[in-house]
């Protein structure tokens, strides 16, 4: 029988190099930051089940909310926020206005419109006022959590109708001669029809732009061809329909 007041051979003796008893492993890594969303809407009890929905995932979390516009903009300033999800319709500012306001102030900020309206108008509107996706409060137990983590990864999230009424805006386009793939506009072209559409002449365009008279002459021309107009104001027209100024 061994003595056992004598060191087991079969363990390291601590004594020598290399032998030191090793340290405790490092903490487990935190958890990955929460989605922090301000939720916006006139009614409380809207809120309170949209916030139920949101709330109970992982990595969301309301920090803050309004009941308009103008009250989705202070809480905007006064809490940091990764994700804005707006309802369109509300007093004061609209979710539409709202939205405008906050991609100017947080560009930074994803925007998510969250509505009862099946609307192409209130579609449009939304994607040229900044926000990324658009939900509709029928199906947003299905749809709102994918939106919001599709919002801060940066990608557009659409449901199928909105998607729809996008393509077929795009065709009506088409047929009417506003949109062709082989006759897209240049960047250039592009910032000369803006400044067209906001009523400069062409000197004031040549100087803007850092380029000859002569050469927004050509811009110009180009552009009634490719675009199949006539003339400044359907120029205009035209401008507006693409976004470029607002009308």
Not at 141 to 167: H, K, Q, S
Not at 182 to 187: A, E, G, M, N, W
């Amino acid at each position: 029988m061994s003595d056992p007041s004598l060191p087991d051979p079969s363990l390291p003796d601590p004594s020598l190099p290399g032998t030191a008893p090793s340290a405790p492993s490092a903490a487990p890594s935190s958890a990955p930051a929460r989605i922090r969303i301000l939720l916006a809407d006139d009614h409380a009890l809207v809120r309170r089940g949209v916030r139920l929905i949101l709330d109970r995932e992982p990595d969301l979390e309301v920090v803050a909310e309004a009941g308009d516009g103008a009250e989705a903009i202070d809480m905007a300033r006064a809490h940091a926020v990764d994700l804005a999800v707006l309802d369109i319709a509300m007093p004061r500012l609209t979710g539409l206005q709202a939205a405008r306001e906050l991609a100017a102030l947080k560009p930074g900020l994803r925007i998510l419109m969250l509505t009862m309206h099946d609307n192409e108008q209130y579609l449009f509107q939304a994607l040229k006022s900044g926000a990324c996706g658009y939900v509709l409060k029928s199906v947003a137990d299905r749809d709102l959590v994918a939106a919001c983590r599709a919002a801060v990864r940066d990608e557009p999230f659409l449901y199928p109708g909105a998607v729809t009424a996008l393509i077929r805006n795009y065709l009506d386009r088409v047929r009417h001669g506003e949109e062709n793939a082989d006759h897209i506009l240049t960047p250039r072209e592009e910032e000369v029809l803006k400044l067209v559409a906001e009523g400069h002449s062409s000197k004031e365009i040549a100087e803007i732009l850092f380029i000859s008279i002569k050469t927004v002459q050509r811009h110009r021309a180009n552009l009634l061809q490719k675009l199949g107009l006539r003339d400044r104001l359907e120029l205009t027209r035209y401008a507006i329909r693409a976004g470029l100024i607002e009308p």
